[in-house]
């Protein structure tokens, strides 16, 4: 459980909401991919609400509007035949982390296409995250920089002041014509100040909800999301020019790095998929060095290399 730190900071989001947010005006400069969800297999870190598992339905769309995933033969929709029903909040969470996104809490971006078609104004869909564990929530347009976790938050085609719905929440509403792009990043600037006080796991919630009217309209259909870091001026993610040599990769026995170049205090931290850091590595002044092995369980690993506080490099490892 967090402590109260995070509910403070989150109440401080809603004084700043949309103060310092920025729209791109052009579909952003993605560098880093790294995980991502088609549907067409389970997601390990996708949760649906048990209260909404009879309206968010992961198959294949056979509706007028919703009738084809973007890619592949499975996307989550708000039931894959039917209209949706009347006085409805279903929602599904997905855990971010660096177990699943080596740019977390530096460079924290993420995308995905979809379809929506609901009473305008009325009925619709939202995002809220979470950084307290489920605990509080707020409003992906309402997250405005603090200084002390995001100074830099980029969002496409996303809903504005002018989109609410029904119970005061902005979100998407009406017929998106087609499929939708929309994208989000936090990021930390400049790269030399580490984001410290973000928690391990932020959970981003996909809500729709319906008044008492029945419209007779498809819903919510979601597909094809990215988890990605965003190439910026200054850089927040893997800021060296010259990217290091990490390898072998796969692991078997011990994993040699080489940063082309000499640094000085380095660090290097080793953390589970679930976020925990199993190692950490510190060297006053180095350019090649090894990693062992030892006891380390396998399983898929993230590497972070950082030269005083400025994020180098981060990586996925696979451990054998």
């Known amino acids: 459980m967090m402590n109260n730190t995070y509910t403070k900071l989150l109440l ?30 389970n997601y390990p870190y996708l949760e649906i ?11 294949t769309p056979s509706k007028t509007f919703f009738n084809a995933a973007y890619e592949g033969t499975k996307a989550i929709v708000t039931d894959t035949v039917n209209t949706y029903p009347t006085e409805t909040h ?17 460079n924290t971006g993420f995308y995905f296409k979809h379809k929506y078609d609901t009473d305008a104004f009325q009925d619709g869909a939202y995002l809220t995250i979470s950084l307290d564990y489920g605990e509080n929530w707020i409003n992906i347009f309402e997250v405005g920089p603090t200084g002390d976790l995001w100074e830099e938050i980029r969002m496409y085609n996303v809903y504005g002041t002018e989109d609410t719905l029904y119970n005061g ?18 990021g930390v600037l400049p790269v030399t100040r580490l984001a410290t006080t973000l928690p391990d796991t932020m959970i981003v919630r996909f809500n729709f909800i319906a008044d008492n009217i029945d419209s007779a309209k498809e819903g919510w259909m979601i597909d094809d999301i990215l988890f990605y870091g965003e190439g910026l001026g200054s850089g927040i993610t893997n800021t060296t020019t010259t990217p290091p040599i990490i390898c072998p990769n796969p ?11 000499p640094y000085q205090n380095v660090t290097v931290v080793l953390s589970s998929i679930f976020g925990n ?15 062992e092995r030892g006891t380390l369980k396998a399983g898929m690993y993230c590497i972070q290399i950082r030269a005083g506080e400025s994020l180098l490099w981060t990586e996925k490892i696979v451990l054998h």
């Open 251 to 261: 692991i078997e026995n011990r994993l040699h790095i080489d940063l082309k170049k």
């Open 277 to 291: 850091i199993t190692r950490e590595y510190n060297y006053t002044q180095t350019q090649n060095f090894t990693i």
């Open 12 to 41: 401080t989001y809603l004084l700043l909401a949309g103060t310092y947010t920025t729209v791109w005006a052009q579909v952003p400069n993605i560098l880093y991919r790294y995980d991502s969800i088609q549907f067409e297999t």
């Open 49 to 59: 609400d048990t209260n909404s598992q009879e309206l968010w339905q992961i198959g």
């Open 169 to 186: 929440e902005y979100g998407f509403s009406g017929h998106s014509g087609d499929w939708v792009y929309t994208a989000l990043n936090w």
């Open 90 to 106: 279903a929602y599904f969470d997905i855990k971010v982390g660096l177990f699943n996104h080596a740019g977390y809490m530096y």
